[in-house]
């Protein structure tokens, strides 16, 4: 192979590791310099530029697919490496690199000021043919229609559902495609809404957004302006006027990205959302790391909305328990209990073994309260028959003010909450059950106490109970009949009979 190279915007880099990335943990080299310059502009993908030569004997074909986007992708500095090759091997990766499994040391570097005009430099010398937008070669279709097809292909390789958004971005670089993603939608029976020029507005409030909380990670701004006024120059003052979002105080930043993404969540008590905006406007850290956030929590909420909105029978709403309370109280007994009396089926939220393919997703979750809630909501919208419910004692408690809503509007569908407590004075309560806790599991349980302690003070349960069991002083037997009995004075029609 000979000398190889490796283009980075980091200067005086004397060792390069092997770094995650799409075919493995490698160093990627090329023994192209050319490549190795172009490789190390600051962004770039198939929607931005095309860069392909078909033979060795002619130049690379090099394509601006977007308007300003060379400018944008090579405005950066960066330093060209050379590297030994002994530890490199070609592992057809669709383009001319090599990698290595192991570290290399650097030989020498080499700095470019502006890689843009090195890559202009290298196209005067004949290796590199550019073409600048709107230009194109007779390989590439004018209006790059191409690159649809491009991202069904890609969506194959990496298993993805193809949907409606795997096109948003063509469509907000590329406007002019809208009519045949549209049409392409419809060829593939994605039963989706096509995409209308407002949607325009709505793909780039997002795209600046992102541009915001990550300024590192470059979004095309300038070019998608351009590109969509130049079709569609009535929405020019409305992109100017969102632009204006990235000049924007902390808190004002904060607010507009509340205000935007609560848009999507019409139900969501305003107060709530004012709730949301406070605590960020007290919190210290960047808007980046808030932003993040937030766009974090909006994706959550979204998978919470979806599942919580899916229908459920009615027979099983009404007729089916869920027992919720703080730990010790006896909520698994009292649900083997109504097992027995009714022959309904038994789910305990905190069983792995019997509800393992929820489990299975844990690893889906940074935060446990956010797995709580997907198989909490999972389990109930998922009932095939009136069940009886055994709850943890934190699936029905929640600190976040709007996810606890959520929670809310699913677990108020059902007519038999029951809130098992022993007794309506909270602090003895909290000393009978962890009198509890200590006998069945010992002692150096002051974790679970102060957790308890949470559970029983906190006013989700009281909230979310339909009735409130309090069984001090009751046998297990006259617990599961009052709520039997209650269970069928709600179930009780106009006639007098009782609905089981």
């Not at 993908?45 to 308007?67: F, S």
């Not at 974790?447 to 069984?471: K, M, Q, W």
């Amino acid at each position: 192979m000979g000398e190889l190279y490796h283009g980075s915007s980091e200067k005086g880099i004397t060792r390069l590791e092997p770094h995650r990335s799409t075919h493995g943990n490698y160093v990627y080299a090329t023994p192209y310099k050319e490549l190795a310059i172009i490789f190390s502009g600051r962004c770039g993908d198939d929607c931005t530029y095309a860069l392909y030569r078909n033979n060795e004997n002619e130049p690379w074909q090099m394509v601006e697919r977007i308007p300003e986007a060379f400018n944008t992708m090579f405005s950066n500095s960066s330093s060209i490496y050379t590297l030994d090759d002994t530890t490199f091997k070609d592992i057809h990766t669709g383009f001319a690199e090599v990698v290595s499994e192991v570290g290399v040391n650097t030989e020498s570097e080499e700095f470019l000021e502006n890689v843009y005009d090195a890559i202009k430099k290298i196209a005067n010398n004949g290796k590199i043919q550019l073409y600048i937008y709107p230009n194109k070669p007779k390989e590439i279709p004018q209006d790059s229609s191409d690159l649809i097809d491009k991202q069904i292909r890609q969506d194959q390789r990496s298993n993805s559902p193809i949907t409606k958004q795997s096109f948003e971005r063509i469509v907000l670089l590329h406007p002019y495609l809208i009519d045949k993603v549209n049409q392409k939608m419809i060829e593939l029976n994605l039963n989706a809404e096509p995409y209308r020029k407002e949607d325009l507005i709505s793909l780039f409030t997002n795209t600046m957004i992102r541009q915001a909380i990550n300024p590192d990670r470059e979004q095309y701004l300038k070019s998608i302006v351009i590109s969509i006024s130049s079709i569609y120059p009535d929405l020019l003052p409305i992109l100017n006027e969102r632009l204006s979002f990235l000049d924007k105080t902390k808190e004002e930043k904060i607010s507009y990205i509340i205000d935007e993404l609560s848009s999507k969540f019409k139900d969501i008590p305003i107060e709530l959302i004012q709730q949301e905006k406070e605590k960020y406007f007290n919190d210290t850290r960047p808007f980046s790391q808030i932003g993040k956030e937030i766009i974090e929590f909006s994706r959550k909420l979204l998978l919470a909305e979806q599942i919580i909105n899916t229908p459920i029978n009615q027979e099983i709403l009404d007729n089916s328990i869920l027992l919720i309370g703080p730990m010790g109280t006896g909520k698994s007994t009292i649900s083997k209990k109504l097992n027995e009396a009714t022959n309904m089926p038994r789910i305990s939220l905190d069983d792995r073994k019997q509800l393992q393919d929820f489990y299975h997703n844990r690893g889906r979750f940074t935060n446990f309260k956010d797995f709580e809630f997907y198989l909490t909501s999972s389990v109930l919208t998922s009932l095939q028959e009136p069940s009886i419910i055994d709850f943890g004692a934190g699936h029905s408690v929640y600190e976040n003010p709007i996810m606890f809503y959520e929670m809310q509007r699913l677990i108020g569908k059902f007519k038999n909450v029951e809130l098992i407590l022993p007794c309506e004075n909270k602090d003895e309560s909290l000393r009978i059950v962890n009198e509890r806790i200590c006998s069945r599991d010992g002692n150096g349980q002051q974790n679970a106490f102060d957790i308890n302690r949470h559970f029983i003070e906190s006013p989700c349960n009281y909230e979310l109970a339909t009735d409130v069991i309090y069984t001090q002083n009751m046998t297990q037997d006259e617990i599961t009949n009052a709520i039997l009995k209650q269970m069928s004075s709600k179930n009780m029609d106009q006639n007098g009979s009782i609905k089981m």
